[in-house]
């Protein structure tokens, strides 16, 4: 047994370390991982899966870098420290697309978006009603706008859980969900969807049938009701006790901070 | 006997037109020609259409200049500096409009224009709202009677500038191993004019020990250019960091007017020609610290 796996519970954990070992429970052996930019949560999450729980986890970093060995998460997570000592690099048009689009591999993504609602559709692209004339200009789909639509797991990181990041509506799609709810996606021929959405409060999942976000787990000391308010949509209210997510062990935040991390690159995300 | 294509970087400019649809190699914080993106600047090009996978500083400059009023794109974003916030003023000022796509979008209209194709599909962004707001995103039947895709009209840009490692004088373009983006797999393969600056021109010979690096045929290549350390403030592995000093530089310029019009005139329509601008950013010394990319 390793000492990852003896290791009791931290009793210092901080939420970002939480949110990280959270996201590495969903990656297993036999997965293939990418990230995109301004990843820190997920590029940590992969990590902290291949020094536990997963070391055959395939890690894609930038969607270009096989099997990184980067000394540390550097500065960005979307130039060339993150994907040093690769033993490949995969040209981004001619071979991570085919490997992404094929169905066979990266089955599962993370996304970051500025807006998420109620059905797990993403919004990066306007702030507004009329995309042509928009209030805010946000940064554009990018991969998430494929990645939405191909039959991926998707699983959102949100370190800032607000009203204004949790909507009821995106005022535009730019990463496919559950649509409208119900079987709206898998009416539209769409396979996969979103599985998990990890905030700086809790867990959440999507009811099977109705498709809607739902509480799975409440992060230690904090309320369903906090969660609420801090959300701009009502929740479906919880049957019975919520549970409490598992905090990260000793070793995974000694893993972390000293060996991951140690330039906490991974706070940049939090507080905005 | 090959045909010659080495130039100078204001002769290589002025092959782009007013009203051209550019296509700019970059990554964020990664590989941009800046050389000519600077040049264009400096020689006031006007309405200018720029297709990006995702545009950084390039594209804020641009949009900054008032040269582009159009964008062709996956996402335009700084990554750890931020958003590009003169494109986004003037994106939501509607002095630019805005055709966003996703990654395999742009790579389908792309590789429809390289290979003379009316269109190409992908089964990206169905469900999404980005195929309402855009003619040239069509669902399409699968004739053969599987699910529907999206038919992504063919883009055939005027010109495409990309920023290499090695070049010789025929156009024959040589890159050192790093990670490759589409702006070489398909972007030059798309456009009609290729302006390529390298770090160095080398002669033949050197490419011919590798030819497996080289990445573009000299007979597809318009105009070639040496402009050493020609992606600054941009990364070029695996030879040199992004300068993290100018990127925080802008963004703070980026608030203000006044301040946007000096760091203009500092960095781009000041200096008198590329070695003055390398010298406006430090020279010799602040190369090394870029070489040992100390400050990623």
Same mark, same amino acid.
């Given at each position: 047994? !390793? *000492?990852?796996?003896? !290791?009791?519970?931290? *009793?210092d954990w901080t939420i970002d370390e939480l949110m990280i070992a959270r996201l590495a429970a969903c990656f297993a052996d036999g997965d293939q991982a990418c990230n995109g930019m301004a990843s820190f949560v997920p590029v940590s999450a992969f990590w902290l899966a291949r020094l536990t729980h997963a070391p055959d986890l395939v890690w894609l970093a930038g969607a270009v870098g096989l099997e990184p060995r980067p000394d540390r998460v550097p500065a960005s997570t979307l130039e060339a420290p993150l994907w040093r000592d690769s033993?490949?690099?995969v040209e981004q048009f001619g071979d991570f697309w085919n490997f992404a689009?094929?169905?066979?591999?990266?089955?599962?993504f993370c996304v970051g978006a500025a807006q998420l609602d109620r059905y797990g559709n993403g919004n990066n692209s306007v702030i507004g009603s009329d995309y042509h004339n928009p209030r805010?200009?946000?940064?554009g789909t990018?991969?998430?706008g494929d990645m939405g639509s191909i039959g991926k797991a998707l699983y959102y990181w949100n370190p800032n859980h607000n009203p204004r990041s949790l909507v009821e509506s995106v005022d535009f799609i730019s990463c496919a969900g559950y649509l409208g709810g119900g079987s709206e996606r898998a009416d539209a021929g769409l396979e996969g969807g979103p599985e998990l959405v990890i905030t700086n409060l809790c867990v959440m999942d999507f009811h099977p049938e109705t498709r809607h976000m739902q509480v799975a787990s409440l992060h230690p000391g904090v309320t369903f009701e906090q969660v609420q308010e801090a959300t701009g949509f009502e929740l479906p209210a919880p049957e019975g006790q919520l549970?409490?997510?598992a905090v990260p062990s000793a070793e995974q935040v000694r893993l972390i901070r000293e060996v991951i991390d140690p330039d906490n690159m991974r706070r940049r995300e939090f507080g905005g | 006997m090959s045909v010659e294509k080495l130039t100078t970087l204001p002769e290589a400019a002025a092959l782009v037109r007013d009203g051209d649809t550019v296509a700019i190699q970059n990554m964020a914080t990664q590989a941009a020609p800046m050389a000519l993106v600077r040049e264009l600047i400096r020689q006031g090009r006007r309405e200018l259409g720029v297709v990006c996978l995702v545009g950084g500083i390039p594209v804020d400059l641009l949009a900054a200049a008032g040269a582009m009023n159009r964008l062709i794109g996956a996402a335009v974003s700084m990554e750890q500096f931020g958003l590009c916030q003169r494109y986004r003023k003037a994106v939501e000022a509607g002095a630019i409009r805005v055709e966003e796509l996703s990654e395999t979008a742009l790579n389908a209209r792309l590789g429809a224009g390289a290979r003379n194709l009316p269109f190409l599909p992908t089964r990206g962004l169905i469900g999404t709202d980005l195929i309402d707001v855009n003619d040239n995103l069509v669902m399409l039947d699968d004739p053969f009677g599987g699910p529907s895709v999206v038919a992504c009209k063919a883009l055939v840009p005027d010109v495409a500038l990309v920023h290499a490692h090695k070049a010789d004088r025929f156009g024959n373009i040589g890159y050192e191993p790093t &990670?490759?983006?589409?702006d070489l797999g398909i972007m030059p393969k798309a456009a009609t004019t290729v302006i390529v600056t390298a770090e160095e021109i080398v002669d033949s010979e050197i490419l011919r020990a590798n030819p497996d690096r080289t990445v573009l045929p000299g007979f597809m290549v318009d105009a070639v250019v040496e402009a050493p350390y020609g992606a600054h403030p941009t990364?070029?592995?695996?030879?040199?960091?992004?300068?993290? &000093?100018?990127?925080?530089?802008?963004i703070g310029a980026t608030r203000d007017d006044d301040a946007v019009a000096a760091f203009m005139e500092k960095y781009v329509t000041g200096p008198a020609d590329h070695a003055e601008y390398l010298e406006t950013v430090g020279g010799a010394e602040r190369q090394a610290a870029l070489e040992a990319w100390e400050q990623t």
């Open positions: 047994m !390793s *000492d990852w796996q003896n !290791s009791t519970p931290a *009793d033993i490949m690099y689009l094929n169905g066979r591999w990266l089955t599962k805010v200009r946000l940064p990018a991969g998430l549970p409490t997510t | &990670a490759l983006w589409p990364s070029f592995s695996p030879r040199y960091g992004y300068d993290t &000093a100018i990127h925080l530089e802008w």
